[in-house]
Nanobody, 119 residues
């Protein structure tokens, strides 16, 4: 069973920075892609950034150049460095990983961490 625990959210002013963390347990962390999603009230969950086991990364257009996803496989930890934050970045941020097993594809989610950007 994979467990994901996010931290690092908070209240920040426009233009500020935050670093989110997601600690994973119960899995061979280094072997799997990890993704950050976010969800605002009344909105669908949105993919923010993905980092693959190779270390390659992809980003949503809305965060390119401002956010950086990274991972520390020795610490089983995923990060999201968020700079130049905007009010529209306000959301609950979730980390996710998907593992394929005998029963099919299993999606694992953390509990989320709130990020609020004030204007």
């Amino acid at each position: 069973q994979v467990q994901l625990v996010e931290s690092g959210g908070g209240l920040v002013q426009t233009g500020g920075s935050l670093r989110l963390s997601c600690v994973a347990s119960g899995s061979n962390f280094a072997n799997y892609a990890m993704t950050w999603y976010r969800q605002s009230p009344g909105q669908e969950r949105e993919l923010v950034a993905t980092i693959f086991s190779s270390g390659s990364t992809t980003y949503a257009d809305s965060v390119k150049g401002r956010f950086t996803i990274s991972r520390d496989n020795n610490k089983n930890t995923l990060y999201l460095q968020m700079n130049s934050l905007k009010p529209e970045d306000t959301a609950v941020y979730y980390c996710n990983t998907n593992h394929r097993g005998p029963g099919g594809l299993m999606a694992y989610w953390g509990q989320g961490t709130q990020v609020t950007v004030s204007s």
